[in-house]
């Protein structure tokens, strides 16, 4: 059984502070991983996607792969109360693109 | 998730009855994924297809369930006799490729409630 792990928090964050989420995966195959935002409610939107081993960064996220680990992060700098939401990371399975998401990180903002 | 167009947004439905979820994707993207969110719990993959095609139904209930994407009009998500475990929040993804780097856009959801 493939799966992706995530803890499941809440993580609470500061104002201001770095929000750090992460991510393992167990097919060590796998190539592409994203990141999604999903807010109560709502549908998820994706945040980033990273293919390569190393950072990625886009504004105030920052996507880190470590495939020889398994593990992938996502991290949130100079965090907002908007940025209040549930972070799901995902992975391709197949070459059909489907998607297995982890169950996902609450993140909460505190003034 | 702009562009992806899932209808209704809100659908009750007593135990018994049949639910249809409409998916209209992207403009230029021919791929449809379905997706369910039982409450408290993750996204998971039901459904995947192409054009008048099923390409993966793995992570679909074998009973009850059913999906079509035909040459005209949006893709359809079909419930038969539901039932109170239905209840959850079902996504479509579309996007342009099936590529393994492709990336999916989500719909705003259909929020399922079986009384």
């Known amino acids: 059984q493939k799966e992706v792990e995530q803890n499941s928090g809440p993580l609470s964050v500061p104002e201001g502070a770095i929000a750090s989420l992460n991510c393992t995966y167990s097919d060590r195959g796998s190539q592409s991983f994203f990141w999604y935002r999903q807010y109560s409610g709502k549908s998820p939107e994706l945040i980033m996607f990273?293919?390569?081993?190393g950072d990625k960064e886009d504004g105030r996220f920052t996507a880190q792969l470590n495939k020889a680990s398994q593990y992938v992060s996502l991290l949130i700098r100079d965090s907002q109360p908007s940025d209040s939401a549930t972070y799901l990371c995902?992975?391709?399975?197949?070459?059909?693109?489907?998607?297995?998401f982890g169950a996902g990180t609450q993140v909460v903002v505190t003034p | 998730n702009a562009g992806v167009m899932q209808n209704p947004r809100h659908l009750v439905r007593r135990r018994g009855q049949e639910a249809r979820l409409r998916c209209s994707p992207m403009?230029?993207?021919?791929?449809v994924y379905w997706y369910r969110q039982l409450p408290e719990e993750g996204l998971k993959f039901m459904v995947y297809l192409q054009k008048e095609n099923i390409i993966d139904e793995s992570g679909m209930p074998k009973e009850r369930f059913s999906a079509e994407f035909p040459k005209e009009g949006p893709s359809i998500l079909r419930i038969q006799q539901v039932v109170r475990g239905d209840s959850a929040a079902y996504f479509c993804?579309?996007?342009?490729?099936?590529?393994?780097?492709?990336?999916?856009?989500f719909g705003p959801g259909t929020r399922l409630l079986v009384l």
């Open positions: 990273i293919y390569s081993n």
């Open positions: 995902a992975v391709i399975l197949d070459s059909w693109g489907k998607l297995q």
């Open positions: 993804a579309s996007s342009p490729y099936s590529q393994i780097k492709e990336t999916q856009y």
């Open positions: 403009k230029g993207h021919s791929h």
